[in-house]
């Protein structure tokens, strides 16, 4: 049932690009594996080995706290209606900040949210497919803007010290990395 591929095709692509969500998978060398699902129309292929997703302000930064220190990275998609398909992207990973020379090419690739923190450009070295034909089926309602607002109503300052308070560290107490002092 799984299929694996080098890269991603055209197909796959498409099927990416239908998607609504997408869970990302991070884990440093000790602690908590992280599992984090994403919308937001927030993830684009780059190349067939290398995808780029945007991450907005939010309760942690799990993510980047274990990118800092091990950059493994796995990216999932499930396919909630039509035909059944999960599709895994494999690789490394490596987070641009505002500060970083690569930002300004790669945030051009997404529309203006608020409370954008940082970006994950992911070298992609495996490709799998399987089934998920234990997926159920889900009609898609829509986008929530909740988030959009919360960060909207915060304003740039109020968005900058709750990154301050919240989103230094893990919950393993892992930096993350998003200021630089």
Not at 18 to 47: C, E, H, W
Not at 120 to 146: H, K, N, W
Request: aromatic share 10%.
């Amino acid at each position: 049932m799984a299929k694996q591929f080098a890269q991603i095709d055209a197909k796959l692509q498409a099927f990416i690009e239908q998607q609504k969500v997408f869970f990302v998978g991070t884990a440093a060398t000790t602690g908590r594996v992280n599992i984090s699902p994403k919308g937001m129309d927030a993830l684009r292929v780059l190349a067939p080995n290398r995808v780029v997703w945007l991450n907005v302000t939010g309760s942690g930064n799990e993510t980047a706290a274990h990118i800092a220190e091990t950059n493994r990275m796995t990216i999932m998609f499930c396919a909630f209606d039509h035909a059944p398909t999960i599709l895994r992207l494999y690789g490394t990973a490596q987070a641009v900040y505002p500060r970083d020379a690569a930002w300004s090419e790669l945030i051009e690739h997404f529309p203006p949210l608020p409370g954008t923190r940082q970006l994950f450009d992911l070298s992609v070295d495996l490709i799998q497919t399987s089934c998920g034909m234990a997926v159920p089926l889900y009609d898609y309602q829509g986008d929530r803007e909740l988030l959009n607002q919360w960060a909207k109503n915060k304003g740039p300052a109020g968005l900058e010290d709750y990154q301050r308070q919240k989103n230094l560290t893990s919950i393993d107490g892992l930096p993350t990395h998003l200021f630089t002092e």
